[in-house]
């Protein structure tokens, strides 16, 4: 059995456009197994996997990436922002803002610009895994490379995640 060849999604042309480097980690979805499970599979830390989430802050939508093994403060980030009030976007919605599988968003290459912010310490790292823009696909980066593509806000919103 050969290798599983990945996917050209919009994300993928967006980071070729823009001439970023990146390695390509196929893994096996599992619906609900989040950061830990593709993780666990790819051999990587979870801290290192940059999960993309999708909000709506006074009905327009926003991007925070947020390291895999820790949650989003939207208090933090509705205080920080100015915003009357942040929620998270159904699947459906979500969808629709970046043209992204929930499961599989990214940040890149998304139909429109949206805000994004980044959790600051995501730039301590070396590198980093993010949604390639499919189930299943992560792209291996520099953490600076996403600051030069998305000129993200840094912002100080991590909390430790809890069950």
Known sequence: MGEAIPPVTPAVEALRLAGIEYSNHLYTYTEGGGTAACAKELNIDEHAVVKAIVLEADGKPLIVLMHGDMRASIKELTRIIGAKGITPCLPESAEQHTGYQFGGVSPFGTPSE??????????????????????????????????????????????????
Request: no cysteine; proline share 6%; net charge positive.
């Open 114 to 163: 949206m805000p994004v912010y980044i959790e600051e310490t995501i730039l301590n790292l070396r590198k980093v895994y993010i949604s390639g823009g499919k189930r299943g696909y992560l792209i291996g980066m520099d953490p600076y490379d996403i600051v030069k593509l998305l000129h993200p806000t840094l912002v100080k919103i991590g909390a430790v995640r809890t069950a």
